[in-house]
């Protein structure tokens, strides 16, 4: 099972009209190409636990979620899963 390191990016999208006010959240990875996707979190709630289901605490999440929220983009540097984790929570195809 190979580990990846990489960058978790959160950004808020304010919709349009065709598409609902959501975050979106990718992962970029610090080498290698890899076939990564957008998740879409629709609200804050779907965020923390979208977060908390790649593995990080409840705490860390909110305060994520939290800075997203209130800021724009936010970067979560080095965050290392496996290619197994990332594929079950919709990053990587």
């Keep these: 099972m190979k580990k990846l390191i990489g960058t978790i990016r959160i950004q808020p999208d304010p919709g349009s009209d065709t598409v609902r006010p959501h975050f979106a959240i990718d992962f970029l990875p610090y080498s290698g190409r890899l076939n990564t996707q957008t998740v879409r979190a629709s609200n804050y709630e779907d965020l923390v636990q979208f ?3 790649i593995r990080l605490s409840e705490d860390e999440a909110s305060r994520w979620a939290g800075k997203a929220r209130a800021q724009g983009v936010v970067l979560i540097s080095s965050i290392e899963r496996t290619e197994e ?3 079950d929570s919709g990053l990587l195809a």
């Design 51 to 53: 977060l908390i289901g």
């Design 85 to 87: 984790q990332l594929r």
